[in-house]
């Protein structure tokens, strides 16, 4: 059985920093690419960071300089570093795991970020 669990989502003010964990089991974790999502109320899920199983990574703009997303393949865990949070960075946020046809999420964790 898949299981993605991400962790270490919470409150933070702005310009603070959190560190997210998504532990990936069932599967052969270094086949796979792994990419952070999030989706804020009333609006659409967005990609923030991926990597791929070489260690390439992809952010978009607005988290670019701030994020870092990383893996570790002999804990089957990757991570999302955040840094210098920020309002608009509040969302629950996703852990995706992706192998040609095979696609699996996490149930997500909720950031918070206010004064």
């Known amino acids: 059985q898949v299981q993605l669990v991400e962790s270490g989502g919470g409150e933070a003010q702005p310009g603070e920093s959190l560190r997210l964990s998504c532990v990936i089991s069932?599967?052969?974790?270094?086949?796979?690419?792994i990419s952070w999502y999030r989706q804020a109320p009333g609006k659409q899920r967005e990609m923030v960071a991926s990597?791929?199983?070489?260690?390439?990574?992809n952010y978009t703009d607005s988290v670019l300089g701030r994020f870092t997303i990383s893996r570790d393949n002999a804990k089957n865990t990757a991570y999302l570093q955040m840094d210098n949070l920020k309002p608009e960075d509040t969302a629950v946020y996703y852990c995706?795991?992706?192998?040609?046809?095979?696609?699996?999420w996490g149930p997500g964790t909720q950031v918070t970020v206010s004064s």
């Open positions: 995706n795991a992706i192998f040609l046809v095979l696609n699996y």
């Open positions: 990597i791929t199983t070489s260690g390439a990574t």
């Open positions: 069932g599967v052969t974790f270094n086949f796979y690419g």
